[in-house]
C-alpha cells in the first residue's frame, strides 16, 4: 500500500496480483502537514493540531486535539504506537521539543519523550529514531509501545539534524548531509 499526501488531501493505492497500483480510497485532509501509517491504520497531523486516525478505506477512526500550546511538527508510527512531534514555548523564547507517544486506537497521549522526532523505522520490538533538540539517533526498546524504554542515544552526524532513517541488512542509514552508516548497536 502506498498513500500519498497531496494539499487537497490523501489517496490510497495498492497492488493487487502484479506491479500496477490501484487507487483504493481518497480522504478529503485540508491542512495536513504529516501522514504515517502503520498496518492497521493512517495517521495524519494537520497544521490546527488535530490528529486523526484513518482505517485503510479511507474512514475516520479517532480523532483528537493538541493543547494550544503544542505546536504539531511530525508524525512517525513506530511498533504499535504513533510517535508525535510538537514544539513548546518557541514563541516566547523557551523553546523546546517533545515526542507524544499516542495509543493508536484512541489516540491518547500514553508517554512523553525529550526531544523531536524526525523520523523513525522498526525492527520487531526496537525502534531506531532521529530526534531534533537534541539532535540524536536513538534506540528505543518498545516492547511496551505504550511507554518505550531508551536504550541508547548518539549525537547525530553532520552539521545538521539528519532527515530520514531506515534499515537494511543488518545496517542503519541515517541520511542528512550526507549518507551515514552504523551498526545496529550505534
Not at 3 to 14: K, Q, R, T, V
Not at 54 to 68: C, I, K, V
Not at 129 to 150: H, K, Q, T
Not at 158 to 165: D, N, Q
Amino acid at each position: 500500500r502506498l498513500s500519498l499526501l497531496h494539499p487537497g488531501g490523501i489517496d490510497g493505492f495498492e497492488t493487487r496480483c502484479g506491479f500496477t497500483p490501484h487507487s483504493f480510497t481518497s480522504s478529503s485532509a485540508a491542512g495536513v502537514l504529516g501522514v504515517t501509517a502503520n498496518d492497521s491504520a493512517l495517521y495524519t497531523v494537520s497544521g490546527s493540531g488535530v490528529v486523526t486516525a484513518w482505517s485503510r478505506e479511507g474512514g475516520m477512526l479517532a480523532q483528537t486535539t493538541l493543547d494550544a500550546a503544542s505546536v504539531p511538527i511530525a508524525i512517525a508510527a513506530a511498533g504499535n504506537a504513533v510517535w508525535l512531534a510538537v514544539s513548546r514555548g518557541c514563541t516566547t523564547g523557551g523553546c523546546e521539543k517533545k515526542t507524544l507517544m499516542l495509543d493508536p486506537k484512541t489516540l491518547a497521549t500514553t508517554a512523553t519523550l525529550d526531544g523531536g522526532v524526525v523520523d523513525a523505522t522498526t525492527a520487531g520490538n526496537t525502534v531506531y529514531a532521529i530526534f531534533d533538540l537534541p539532535a540524536e539517533v536513538r534506540i528505543y526498546d518498545a516492547s511496551n509501545p505504550a511507554a518505550p524504554v531508551l536504550a541508547k542515544s548518539v549525537a547525530a552526524p553532520g552539521a545538521t539534524t539528519p532527515v530520514s532513517i531506515a534499515l537494511l541488512n543488518n545496517s542503519l542509514y541515517v541520511a542528512g548531509d550526507q549518507l551515514y552508516t552504523y551498526d545496529l548497536q550505534l
